[in-house]
Antibody, heavy 120, light 107 residues
């Protein structure tokens, strides 16, 4: 059974940092692109970026909205995906989801989400 | 960036009725389109990918069509559990972008 479980969310002050984790199981982690998506309360989904699979060298792509502030990485030995978030702003407050990409056709499995609140 | 314009933003319908949601892409995306269902407080769930292909385990009352810039998502014979939110997403070119969402409400 494919499972994705996010953790690491919480309350952080503006300008602060947070690292989210996404622990995965039930599939060959290195075979898949993995994405991060966020959703502010009551609003639509926003793709943040992905990290490619082993065949494609684990390279990354980001949405311009977070490029330079957010970094996606992966620990392939433990099948964990990370999102390092720096210089956080109030508008970064959202539920953050990790998702597995099904060959760029879609995101076929999602975690349950972890909530991030940026406030003083 | 490719903009995805989804309509309507909300719709009321009755049990057993059919509804159609539309997504317009700001440029051609072939069939690189997915549809997701999101229940309140839950993560999105994949329903359709490649514009028309049903994901595993998805009931046949859900269907998708379209190519290029205009796409449709239809639910035939609405069930009580279908009155939630739906999103389209293009995966033709990064950044992947989502539509604004459609919330279905019981009439």
């Amino acid at each position: 059974e494919v499972k994705l479980v996010e953790s690491g969310g919480g309350l952080v002050q503006p300008g602060g940092s947070l690292r989210l984790s996404c622990a995965t199981s039930g599939f060959s982690f290195t075979d898949y692109y993995m994405s991060w998506v966020r959703q502010p309360p009551g609003k639509a989904l926003e793709w943040l970026g992905f990290i490619r699979n082993k065949v494609n060298g684990y390279t990354t792509e980001y949405n311009v909205s977070v490029k330079g502030r957010f970094t996606i990485s992966r620990d392939n030995s433990q099948s964990i995906l990370y999102l390092q978030m720096n210089t956080l702003r109030a508008e970064d407050s959202a539920t953050y989801y990790c998702a597995r990409e099904q060959g760029s056709n879609a995101m076929d499995y999602w975690g349950q989400g972890t909530s991030v609140t940026v406030s003083s | 960036d490719i903009q995805m314009t989804q309509s309507p933003a909300s719709q009321s319908a009755s049990l057993g009725e059919s509804v159609t949601i539309t997504c317009l892409a700001s440029q051609t995306i072939g069939t690189w389109l997915a549809w997701y269902q999101q229940k309140p407080g839950k993560s999105p769930q994949l329903l359709i990918y490649a514009a028309t292909t049903l994901a595993d385990g998805v009931p046949s009352r859900f269907s998708g069509s379209g190519f290029g810039t205009k796409f449709s998502f239809k639910i035939s014979s609405l069930q009580a559990e279908d009155f939630v939110s739906y999103y389209c997403q293009q995966l033709y070119s990064t950044p992947w972008t989502f539509g604004g969402g459609t919330k279905l409400e019981i009439k």
